[in-house]
């Protein structure tokens, strides 16, 4: 044991060393002629982001991407509060650019996208003036871009899994990734698509029991070409998405309705109880297509930079629910005859947005050396929904932004100072049946407001990949499209009501963030997001009726303490002197990392207790260089979250992932079994503000077993240079400056 304690706490110097050797200028001139490949680090911690490579890690990209998500350490993702990462919210972007969905339409849209499609997620936690100040407390940006080579070629990527829980089920994905380039452009496409079945069974106390089997397919095409035109590029995206789900549901429960009294006014009634059995069917059909434009302006100096962006982004849903049958029984009359309601639920919804933004940076004079970046942003949002004919939301926004900020280096400081300023226009009307069952028009509650958004760092190298790093930002939310949304987009009982909430104001966060970081993996950091209007979902009953609505919560913080820390099997077998000679690279030795994180949601009249968050992986490199990869997640109970309390872990599941490469690692394979021991389920009690409490539990078919194949087809000649990712490629290159943004 003491052994193990001196050798952690030289673990720094280790991999100092290793760093100064590999960095050495003569060593680099003794191997000439030699290709060298950089390897891509599992985990990268940034000053403003933690960056998790997908491509390369079997253990996250052999099923959708949101099993993938769930995976990573420090992220909580729940049915019913969203995501949050170290205690921020999440604002969920893809390739740059942000979704504007959230809870149960972002989950569908994440399942419908295999994760071997994508190439690394930054969860970006100390978003910068360059950011749009709707980014919220944190950003979650979803990066699919691939590389082009100057000839054709062409990866393969499937996987198959299954369940077998009350029956067999099966989910497979396919993809197919297409890159080359000629004398005049280059091009790259990328089709794929997934079939998944899986089971929901859910309860909420005794009103509400159900079982549903799911059904969905999904296909997705993502295009760009690039014109090299002289030093500066013209980038063109074409990207769709579509996802056709079905969902059948056998429920059971008791209720109350109104009675009307006959002979009387027809506000005068009673309510009467009633058992019922019911079948229903919902069908889903969403599609959601983005083009984007890119000029990239280049200068003699590669630090300058100019680019221009026009974007556009049409999104439209279909949701609707058909009764088979019902069964009802009447405490006061006795049971009825079967009836069959047809269509309960016919909801639409459609969602345009248009934009155009510009970016300039360049190095300056400041201190011992600096960057200026400076930009603005003009954006239009159109957003309406329709139930059954009747547009019942009209929302408009628009947004128009600038921002200037700067970076500097004095020593051994970093500095970042930067404003954003944003003004916003939001209007609308909202249709609704009132108590009477009257429609009813209202304005939406404008909000037409100019706003300033600070943001500072200060970071100070303490030695080598070695930084202290203070954090402020304040940022704004948005409430997104699907909490505004008044229609139900989920399966609705006879005594459920699923409801939208279009008067949500914007939530405002300050967030605060002192961190130590060392060599990518090592950390240990301790935030506070302070938040006004914060938009939550409650759920309640009232009598035998439950409620699921969106509301603002007032004031709230989050605080989050988390601690992450690689331990390297080889202290246990060598020697100090030995482990000082090794060239250090986690990715390629056997190792364990370790993550922890502490935190706690404080609330107004609510007396929420704090949670533990808890993930362990660890690699193991076996004989015949197969990969062994074993992650455990677990999420204490008895805590508060929002306006729920765990009863049960939110997280509390086992993976397993085997992965051979062959033929020359252009064939990679992988055997993985997922949530081995069924531990993942979500039940919660909520604590809503009004009404009474719900017991809420909710089961998906977690525990699944496939395999997992990726093939890339040789180049046609193997030192064909590599062209920069054309596949919606959004984000500034950058060279230069003072503190490096993840790319």
């Known amino acids: 044991m003491k052994k193990t304690i001196i050798a952690l706490s030289f673990l720094g110097t280790v991999f100092t060393y290793a760093q100064e050797k590999t960095n050495n200028p003569v060593k680099e001139k003794q191997i000439e002629g030699v290709t060298l490949t950089k390897t891509k680090k599992a985990v990268e911690q940034k000053a403003d982001r933690t960056i998790f490579d997908f491509s390369e890690q079997p253990q996250l990209n052999n099923g959708n991407v949101l099993e993938g998500i769930k995976k990573l350490p420090g992220l909580v993702s729940t049915d019913i509060a969203g995501m949050m990462y170290q205690g921020k919210m999440l604002e969920v972007y893809l390739n740059g650019r942000p979704l504007n969905i959230t809870s149960n339409e972002l989950n569908s849209f994440l399942e419908g996208m295999p994760a071997n499609s994508v190439d690394r997620i930054e969860v970006i936690t100390q978003p910068g003036a360059e950011f749009p100040a709707t980014s919220g407390g944190a950003i979650m940006n979803i990066i699919t871009n691939k590389n082009a080579n100057k000839y054709l070629t062409a990866t393969y990527s499937g996987n198959y899994s299954f369940t077998n829980y009350d029956k067999f089920r099966s989910r497979t994905s396919n993809s197919v990734n297409l890159n080359a380039r000629n004398k005049i452009f280059g091009w790259q496409l990328n089709i794929g698509q997934n079939y998944r079945e899986s089971m929901l069974n859910g309860k909420q106390d005794e009103l509400l029991?159900?079982?549903?089997?799911?059904f969905g397919r999904g296909y997705f095409a993502k295009s760009g070409l690039t014109f090299d035109l002289g030093q500066d590029r013209l980038?063109?995206?074409?990207?769709i998405y579509h996802n056709n789900n079905d969902n059948y549901t056998l429920s059971d429960g008791n209720g109350q309705e109104k009675n009307l009294i006959p002979n009387t006014d027809p506000q005068q009634y009673t309510y009467r109880d009633f058992n019922f059995d019911a079948s229903d069917a919902a069908h889903t059909l969403t599609t959601r297509q983005e083009a984007v434009a890119t000029y990239q302006k280049r200068f003699t100096d590669k630090a300058q930079k100019l680019d221009f962006q026009f974007g556009y982004t049409k999104s439209d849903s279909k949701f609707a629910q058909d009764n088979?049958?019902?069964?009802?029984?009447?405490?006061?009359?006795?049971?009825?005859?079967?009836?069959?309601?047809?269509?309960?639920?016919n909801n639409k919804s459609d969602m345009r947005i248009a934009n155009f933004k510009v970016d300039y940076s360049q190095p300056i004079n400041l201190l011992d050396g600096?960057?200026?970046?400076?930009?603005?942003?003009?954006?239009?949002?159109?957003?309406?929904?329709?139930?059954?004919?009747?547009?019942?939301?009209?929302?408009?926004?628009?947004?128009?932004?600038?921002?200037?900020?700067?970076?500097?280096?004095?020593?051994?400081?970093?500095?970042?100072?930067?404003?954003?300023?944003?003004?916003?226009?939001?209007?609308?009307?909202?249709r609704y049946y009132d108590k009477n069952d009257m429609l009813i028009e209202a304005d939406?509650?404008?909000?037409?407001?100019?706003?300033?958004?600070?943001?500072?760092?200060?970071?100070?190298?303490?030695?080598?990949?070695?930084?202290?790093?203070?954090?402020?930002?304040?940022?704004?939310?948005?409430?997104?499209?699907?909490?505004?949304?008044?229609?139900?987009?989920?399966?609705?009982?006879?005594?459920?009501?699923?409801?939208?909430n279009p008067n949500l104001q914007p939530t405002i966060f300050d967030n605060y963030e002192l961190k130590i970081s060392a060599f990518d993996y090592a950390f240990i950091g301790y935030s506070v997001s302070s938040a006004k209007n914060q938009v939550a979902q409650i759920i309640r009953k009232d009598g035998k009726n439950l409620f699921n609505e969106q509301i603002n919560i007032s004031d709230m913080r989050i605080h989050n303490f988390n601690v992450g820390l690689p331990?390297?099997?080889?202290?246990?077998s060598k020697s100090l002197s030995e482990i000082m000679k090794f060239n250090f690279n986690p990715d390629k030795i056997n190792f364990m990392y370790l993550y922890a994180g502490y935190q706690k949601h404080e609330i107004d009249n609510l007396n929420n207790k704090g949670f533990w968050i808890f993930n362990i992986m660890t690699q193991i490199i076996l004989p015949k260089d197969i990969k062994l990869t074993a992650n455990y997640s677990y999420l204490t109970p008895k805590a508060?979250?929002?306006?729920?309390?765990?009863?049960?872990?939110?997280?509390?599941?086992?993976?397993?992932?085997?992965?051979?490469?062959?033929?020359?690692?252009?064939?990679?394979?992988?055997?993985?079994?997922?949530?081995?021991?069924?531990?993942?389920?979500?039940?919660?009690?909520s604590n809503p503000p009004t009404g009474e409490s719900v017991y809420i539990r909710s089961k998906y078919d977690t525990r699944n077993f496939g395999l997992s194949i990726n093939y890339k087809i040789p180049t046609k000649n193997k030192l064909a240079k590599e062209d920069a990712s054309i596949l919606n490629q959004t984000k500034k290159e950058e060279t230069g400056g003072v503190m490096q943004q993840g790319q």
Do not use: C
């Not at 980038?235 to 990207?239: E, G, K, Q, S, T």
């Not at 069964?327 to 069959?340: E, F």
């Not at 954003?420 to 939001?426: F, G, L, T």
């Not at 331990?567 to 246990?572: D, K, L, N, Q």
């Open 209 to 214: 029991t159900s079982n549903t089997d799911r």
């Open 444 to 500: 939406l509650i404008p909000f037409n407001k100019f706003k300033l958004f600070p943001n500072a760092s200060v970071q100070y190298n303490l030695m080598n990949q070695v930084y202290v790093a203070a954090n402020y930002n304040k940022k704004i939310n948005l409430p997104s499209i699907s909490a505004l949304n008044p229609n139900n987009v989920t399966f609705q009982g006879p005594n459920t009501q699923v409801t939208g």
């Open 567 to 572: 331990v390297p099997f080889m202290i246990f």
């Open 640 to 685: 508060g979250y929002f306006y729920f309390t765990a009863e049960k872990p939110f997280n509390n599941s086992f993976d397993l992932t085997v992965t051979k490469k062959f033929m020359d690692n252009r064939l990679t394979v992988s055997v993985f079994a997922n949530d081995i021991f069924n531990g993942q389920v979500m039940q919660v009690r």
């Open 370 to 430: 600096g960057k200026v970046s400076l930009g603005g942003l003009y954006e239009h949002q159109k957003f309406d929904t329709e139930s059954k004919g009747i547009t019942n939301l009209d929302y408009t926004r628009q947004t128009t932004s600038t921002y200037l900020e700067f970076q500097a280096k004095l020593k051994k400081f970093d500095f970042i100072l930067g404003t954003r300023a944003e003004n916003y226009d939001i209007s609308g009307i909202t």
């Open 324 to 345: 088979i049958f019902r069964d009802v029984t009447y405490s006061d009359s006795g049971s009825q005859p079967r009836i069959s309601l047809g269509n309960l639920l």
């Open 235 to 239: 980038l063109l995206n074409y990207d």
